[in-house]
């Protein structure tokens, strides 16, 4: 059983940057892959970013790749989400993820869920 947890979430001007954390609990964090999804007001989840189990390989949704970064820490059973220049259209609740799969982008390849934290950015 893993526990996610996401930080991080906020109020930000286009432009501007914020980052998001998800701490695991449970010491099998490293055996996981990790992604980050988002979802809209009256949109579908969709995939934002996933990393390996090692960290070494990640994976971005078009609409986000340039702009946002995902990374993890094992030591600290912690991933995280960089964002940066930040578009109105990037709000949504944001959730973190754990997977059995190294790398996918499907949510159902995910088992355990994290509560999400909202993301607004004004225009």
């Known amino acids: 059983q893993v526990q996610l947890v996401e930080s991080g979430g906020g109020l930000v001007q286009a432009g501007g940057s914020l980052r998001l954390s998800c701490a695991a609990s449970g010491p099998s964090f490293r055996w996981y892959g990790m992604g980050w999804f988002r979802q809209a007001p009256g949109k579908e989840r969709e995939f934002v970013a996933v990393v390996s189990r090692s960290g070494g390989a990640t994976n971005y949704a078009d609409s986000v790749t340039g702009r946002f970064t995902i990374s993890r820490d094992n030591a600290k059973n912690t991933v995280y989400l960089q964002m940066d220049r930040l578009r109105p259209e990037d709000t949504a609740v944001y959730s973190c993820?754990?997977?059995?799969?190294?790398?996918?982008?499907?949510?159902?390849?995910?088992?355990?869920w994290g509560q999400g934290t909202q993301v607004t950015v004004s225009s």
């Open positions: 993820a754990a997977s059995d799969y190294n790398g996918s982008r499907s949510p159902d390849d995910y088992r355990y």
